[in-house]
């Protein structure tokens, strides 16, 4: 396991050294001939030509026996590691074949570049059928996260100026910054409470992930809709707790779904499609709810004679604000939401138990963090957007969890026109994967990439940077016109938590030895680690 603080621990990725990377031609031939015939480069074909589709290696040509190895193996929850040995064993480019899904798998910047910038206007990618089956199925919208083609691209751009575009930012920061400190008040009352030590110092160690996961959910919907729902009270709602469990039911119940017919399932009434199908039930009844309560307070303010609208003059969050301007359906508005709110709780939550996790076992690092985030935030006199700006190593902290656990485990795009990627043939149509965890772990990639160091991306990025293509490294929330759509919400609402919590908090970890992980649909670690808060 190649994971950080692993002594002596190095990538044998590929085993070819990035910095002499392949290079092909126009017309797809080799042009290094000095790599022809080094394990992990391709050689060429009959005749200097591009190799065709079937000769890139793969895992196995029988879908069902792939699929029935990978559940008798448990390799669905070691799928990061499954990709990472594949790599080390077939090279830096091969297919695979599960169930009724096929892909080809690529790792290095290179080919990463080459399939991004032939994406197109209308940039495709897996679609997760299990989730659009239950839309079709319950008669709902699909959300941009479901949608291809000119109808993507339309939503796409309008919810662009709600959740991407810096004036949004501008108008939800002061949301995530409010939470943000009422944790940190939380936490401080929390430690006060049950620490050891004397009074002003006190330490607490706790396992911290079900009040960072009530964070994530406050924030979401302090943002997504415009109010708070009281989850740092001694007694969260029943509804806010049957939430969390629905996502984290989606979460898991998806991933098998994708390699099954699972319409036939649905037919069936096969168990794990029945609690597909219910994890999501329930998380479209919150949204549901929260867009009946929008209702009840445009009522409200109406009956009051206000002329401001719900908001009362005040930022009314991304519902209230797409609900206002009417660009889109309520139905759509409603999927979209939904869909945000989903994808914006363990995606966020979990980063941060890896990030505190990180910081606490290198307290080095942690302390630059901390003199440059209070630096900045003394300058920005409590203004959250001016410091975040002036804290680069509080960005550098979460693009580097983000390298070394990434949430998801691939970014997908299907190709629209023939490529070719290690000098094979692509087809159009063709479902291509960039494999996060292996490439963030990668030392042909990142120099001693078993290190955290939150500072390689500083300087836009240069230090810890041995291969060119330095753009394609850092994707953990996609790229180009589809990546995430609540990228901004998230990227922010970290930072600011772990502003605060530097802030207010000295970190340390009762053990240093690697986290295990696992994976549903996200990564995450398979015992959430437990840290130790000692008050500043």
């Given at each position: 396991?190649?994971?950080p ?22 017309a ?19 005749d200097g ?6 000769e890139?290696p ?11 190895k990978?559940?008798r193996?448990d390799?669905f ?5 499954h ?7 077939l ?13 080809v ?12 910038r ?15 089956t ?5 008669h ?6 479901l ?15 709600e959740?991407?575009?810096s ?9 995530l ?16 409470r ?11 160690t706790?396992?911290?992930s ?17 109010e ?14 049957k ?6 039911q989606?979460l ?9 017919p699972?319409?036939?399932?649905l037919?069936i009434?096969?168990?794990l499609w ?8 329930h ?6 709810a ?14 009051r004679?206000?002329e ?11 519902l ?24 914006g709780?363990?995606?966020t939550?979990?980063?941060l ?12 690092v ?19 957007q ?41 087809p ?8 996060l965890?292996?490439l ?6 990142f120099?001693a ?46 930072q ?10 000295h ?6 030895e ?23």
């Open positions: 396991t190649i994971t603080g692993a002594r002596g621990s190095r990538n044998l990725l590929c085993g070819v050294t990035l910095r002499r990377a392949l290079c092909v031609t126009a797809g031939t080799v042009v290094d001939e000095k790599l022809e015939g080094r394990k992990g480069v391709r050689k060429k074909g009959v030509q591009v190799r065709s589709f079937k890139i793969h895992t196995g040509r029988s879908g069902w026996v792939n699929l029935v990978f559940w193996e390799r929850r070691q799928l990061h590691k990709m990472e040995r594949t790599f080390n064993a090279g830096p480019i091969y297919r695979e074949h599960l169930g009724t899904q096929s892909s798998n690529i790792i290095l910047p290179s080919d990463i570049g080459e399939l991004f032939s994406e197109g206007l209308h940039p495709e990618r897996m679609t997760l059928q299990p989730w659009a239950h839309r079709e199925t319950r709902y919208s699909k959300g941009v996260f949608k291809n083609g000119e109808e993507w691209r339309v939503d796409r751009l309008l919810l662009n100026k959740v991407m575009m004036a949004a930012v501008k108008r939800f920061l002061p949301l910054d409010e939470v943000a400190r009422d944790f940190c008040r939380m936490m401080q009352a929390k430690v006060e049950e620490g050891r030590g004397e009074e002003g110092k006190r330490s607490l706790i396992d911290p079900p009040d960072i996961f009530r964070f994530a959910l406050e924030a979401s919907c302090n943002v997504i809709y415009g708070r729902i009281g989850l740092f009270s001694s007694s969260p709602s029943l509804e806010s707790q939430f969390i469990w629905a996502v984290e989606m898991v119940t998806t991933p098998p779904l994708l390699y099954l699972h319409r036939l399932l037919r009434g096969a168990p029945t609690q597909h199908a219910t994890a999501w039930d998380i479209f009844s919150h949204a549901e929260r867009i009946q309560r929008w209702y009840q307070r445009l009522s409200s303010s109406q009956g004679g206000s401001a609208g719900a908001s009362g003059g005040q930022y009314s969050g991304v209230g604000q797409l609900m206002e301007k009417g660009q889109l359906s309520l139905d759509l508005i409603k999927a979209n939401v939904t869909e945000m709110m989903a994808g709780v363990d995606t939550a979990v980063p138990q890896f990030a505190l996790f990180e910081l606490g076992r290198n307290p080095e942690q302390e630059r963090v901390r003199q440059q985030v209070r630096a900045s935030w003394e300058q920005a006199g409590g203004d959250p001016k410091a975040l700006q002036g804290a680069p190593l509080l960005k550098g902290t979460i693009k580097e969890i983000l390298r070394l656990y990434p949430v998801a485990t691939t970014v997908q795009r299907r190709t629209i026109k023939d490529t070719i990627l290690q000098n094979y043939h692509i159009a149509g063709t479902l291509v994967q960039v494999c965890y292996p963030g772990r990668s030392a042909d990639v120099a990439p078993q290190r955290f160091e939150p500072d390689r991306w500083v300087n836009n990025g240069e230090k810890g940077q041995t291969v060119e293509g330095s753009s394609f490294r850092s994707l953990a929330f996609g790229f180009g016109a589809r990546q995430c759509v609540g990228r901004r919400i998230a990227e922010n609402e970290m600011l938590l772990l502003m605060h919590i530097l802030l207010s908090f970190l340390s970890v009762t053990s240093s690697d986290i295990k992980t696992t994976c549903t649909l996200i990564l995450q670690p398979e015992t959430p680690p437990r840290i130790t808060f000692r008050k500043l």
